[in-house]
């Protein structure tokens, strides 16, 4: 049987696939489909300083081969999940990687800094896509600049490895992934959602409440392997890939264009295991192809790539 086993950025995984931010909640709602130990790591849905609502209905709708979203953030705050979430969490037996926002970078900071040090916390996953306030509602995710603040803000505040996640919204990924690796993170997550927006042409309004949303799913996929392919080439820091992966054969797309892990977002919402089916999945392509190791296969389609491949588990 391969070896799916890996180290990421000192984070020891069993497997390398995990759970998109936002699409697994704090993996309660699937303890009943599957054990969240089986999967590589879980990632949980944001988390700001103060507890947020999210935007008013509608805020999902369903595209062509994917979905657009508008959830604003909704969730219970930091403290509000380290009392009630993380607990549950942390009796799974399985890596949890916090995902962090926030509308400044003292807020990151101070999320950071509140889990530092946290059993059952494993690395923190900093979204980059949020509307920077301090420069007039911006993502810091465009700007090279913006990303090095979170990201050095955030490393000053807490020991936790670092993943920063970046956003396709922009012309040319690599200076921002760079940006991110020189600010001291620990490997770069992508890709978020993309920009767009559905038209109900009965009402003549968009569907969603606040008009654009962010488009997920097997759409973007094709765009996804790409961004992973040129930042693998670019940084020497592990990349995780995600953006419309169902199967296995998804992943692998991934992981050869210079991935060392995945992660499962949307596809969750139509089959609640269909992580763990790639995860299986890998493990068959893996014995039929005569991989011994998971790990030998990150960039092998990808002559670019410098990437640092991942550990090996056995040898930590
Ligand atoms: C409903 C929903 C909520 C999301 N919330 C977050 C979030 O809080 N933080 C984040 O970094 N990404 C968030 N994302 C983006 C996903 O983590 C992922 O990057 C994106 O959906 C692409 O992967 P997929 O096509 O497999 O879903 C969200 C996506 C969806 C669909």
């Not at 180290?7 to 969240?36: D, H, Q």
């Not at 993309?194 to 969603?208: A, F, T």
């Amino acid at each position: 049987m391969a070896d799916l086993g890996l180290t990421i950025a000192g984070v020891a995984l069993k497997n390398p696939v995990m759970t998109a931010s936002g699409t697994f909640g704090y993996g309660r709602e699937y303890g009943c489909f599957f054990p969240l130990n089986r999967l590589g790591a879980v990632v949980t849905k944001g988390i700001t300083l103060e507890p947020r609502a999210g935007n008013p209905g509608p805020r999902v709708v369903e595209t062509p081969a994917g979905m657009l979203n508008s959830i604003g953030l909704q969730n219970p705050g930091v403290d509000g999940f380290i009392a009630d979430e993380l607990p549950s969490m942390r009796e799974a037996g399985v890596p949890v990687i916090v995902n962090v926002s926030g509308h400044s970078p003292a807020e990151y900071g101070e999320v950071a800094a509140r889990l530092d040090g946290l059993e059952g916390v494993s690395a923190l996953e900093i979204n980059v896509s949020c509307p920077n306030v301090d420069q007039g509602g911006m993502a810091f995710g465009v700007d090279p600049r913006s990303v090095a603040e979170v990201v050095a803000g955030c490393r000053r505040r807490t020991r936790l490895p670092l993943i920063t996640k970046l956003t396709p919204n922009v012309t040319s990924l690599a200076p921002v992934a760079r940006a991110a690796v020189e600010a001291g993170t620990d490997a770069v997550s992508l890709i978020n959602t993309l920009v767009g927006m559905v038209i109900d042409v009965v009402s003549r309004r968009p569907v969603l409440a606040r008009g654009a949303g962010g488009l997920s799913g097997p759409a973007i996929r094709p765009v996804a392997v790409r961004a992973v392919y040129e930042v693998a080439a670019a940084i020497e820091v592990p990349v995780i890939g995600l953006g419309g992966i169902v199967t296995a054969e998804d992943a692998l797309q991934f992981i050869m264009a210079g991935a060392s892990a995945v992660a499962v977002g949307t596809a969750l919402f139509a089959d609640p295991l269909a992580a763990c089916r790639v995860v299986e999945g890998l493990a068959a392509w893996c014995d039929g192809q005569g991989v011994s190791w998971i790990g030998e296969i990150v960039g092998a389609a990808n002559p670019a790539f410098r990437g640092r491949r991942p550990g090996r588990m056995t040898e930590c």
